[in-house]
């Protein structure tokens, strides 16, 4: 951002991405004074009440009668004038929630082109940053190549959540003090969602932070889930339906099987639904192994989301307690085993890192084998894969313990069926190694040796490398 504003010419940037991830405080505190003029769109509000609210932003910062608009082109006429007489060197118009301000019938989009196209786009000081979340708005209007702002934006910034090495961060800054374990699950219940962090009381245990917050009656994010779906989705009830049959398959699901779970068509809006849902980080789109073409599986991987399906929905004002007296409960172990394995694919630099292939070209994938009905052959299942480059193919598990993981004769067995199964299902040649992602590593014993490289939870709080 910085680069952008002394740069000599005019600017474009599109800053987007997951909502409560931080996007508008970024800018903010960036830019703090440095703004010629703010404006923000009012969720749900009628072209009259947006125009209303972008005049008296006219007013605060140009110091101007207020004016009153029929039309955005009339107010972008407005604001043109004002910047141009404006005696600031560098002209920072910040223009939030952008996609509010597109109401129906409003031709906001066609304003906009008017003012940046036409104008802002020739001269040498305007630093024009339009912020959303992203949504199919942000990519049909402000990205793609369906309007006369294709390709107009000069930067895209799309804002990730914090990885762990930077949860631990903010969390030490505001001074906590909690272990990587509590810090990982932690992270597995909220993300690294700045927003959700920033609700955490210093003075209280992870726990007991998770109770306050999800649990307790009128807590600060009871209503989150509804809140944060309503505010990204127009048709929320839709997407809902979607990420709820994704909550009950951990391996995920394809295209064609979604459609049959959610009980929606396969048509193009669930195409536009599954590209919103990507686009937001609450769906990943994850290649399955050896399929080239229809091979993607969607999986949930918005962490807050599956944490409201398996515990918030069922348990919100039955135990204020829920997350502190039930540590042992099985529903809470499947919960742990499967989250871990979201984070080792959000922190797949890091996992590469510790196994020492970072420089090798690969791919990640996932892969599972379901026999026909009367075969003795064995299904089986694999969560992540790393197929390397130099042939050779990282078959990781991911196990979360609270201690060492001790691999037993049982599980010695289940991996070798499961790597003869993967080999036999798609005739690999390459060499198969089995990767023990865990908290504290494998301990060692005699059945230990079928590992041939190790991820431990210290190694997820790498930095990311660049």
């Not at 110091?63 to 004038?81: G, H, Y």
């Not at 339009?130 to 190549?145: M, P, Q, R, V």
């Amino acid at each position: 951002m910085e680069a952008l504003y002394n740069s000599k010419g005019s600017e474009f940037l599109v800053v987007y991405g997951r909502r409560r991830v931080g996007k508008t405080y970024l800018v903010r505190q960036h830019f703090e004074n440095r703004f010629a003029f703010v404006t923000t769109g009012l969720y749900k509000k009628s072209q009259e009440v947006q125009l209303t609210q972008f005049a008296m932003a006219l007013n605060e910062y140009f110091e101007i009668d207020m004016p009153s608009f029929n039309t955005w082109l009339e107010a972008f006429a407005v604001l043109k004038k004002c910047l141009q007489n404006s005696k600031s060197n560098r002209k920072v118009v910040f223009i939030d929630e952008i996609s509010w301000f597109d109401t129906s019938g409003s031709d906001f989009i066609g304003a906009l082109e008017w003012f940046w196209n036409g104008w802002a786009s020739s001269q040498s000081d305007i630093f024009l940053i339009a912020c959303g979340s992203a949504t199919s708005w942000i990519a049909d209007k402000l990205l793609s190549d369906k309007g006369g702002l294709f390709n107009r934006a000069t930067c895209q910034m799309f804002l990730l959540p914090f990885t762990l090495q930077e949860t631990e961060q903010y969390l030490l800054s505001r001074g906590f003090n909690w272990n990587r374990y509590d810090i990982a699950e932690c992270y597995m219940v909220m993300g690294g969602i700045p927003y959700y962090l920033n609700q955490l009381d210093v003075q209280q245990t992870y726990a007991a932070n998770v109770d306050e917050l999800f649990f307790k009656k009128n807590g600060r994010l009871k209503d989150e889930f509804d809140h944060l779906y309503k505010m990204l989705f127009e048709n929320s009830s839709y997407y809902i339906k979607l990420v709820e049959a994704l909550s009950e398959k951990t391996m995920g699901l394809t295209r064609d099987e979604l459609s049959k779970a959610a009980k929606v068509g396969n048509n193009g809006q669930l195409t536009k639904a599954l590209r919103d849902l990507v686009n937001c980080n609450i769906v990943r789109g994850y290649n399955y192994f050896g399929k080239a073409k229809n091979g993607i599986v969607y999986q949930l991987s918005d962490y807050f989301t599956l944490f409201y399906f398996r515990f918030i929905r069922q348990y919100y004002g039955r135990d204020e307690h829920f997350w502190s007296y039930t540590i042992d409960l099985p529903a809470r172990r499947t919960w742990a085993g499967y989250t871990f394995e979201q984070v080792c694919k959000d922190h797949i630099d890091q996992v590469k890192h510790a196994i020492g292939i970072w420089g090798v070209v690969s791919e990640q994938s996932t892969w599972y084998y379901k026999p026909e009905k009367g075969s003795s052959v064995r299904g089986a299942q694999i969560d992540m894969l790393i197929a390397r480059r130099d042939r050779i193919i990282n078959v990781c598990e991911m196990k979360f313990s609270q201690s060492e993981y001790t691999i037993d004769k049982d599980y010695e067995l289940q991996l070798r069926n499961k790597l003869g199964a993967f080999r036999d299902a798609t005739g690999t040649h390459d060499a198969l190694h089995v990767t023990m992602i865990t908290t504290y590593g494998v301990k060692q014993n005699s059945h230990s040796s079928i590992v041939q490289s190790q991820v431990m939870l210290d190694d997820l709080f790498l930095p990311n490398r660049e």
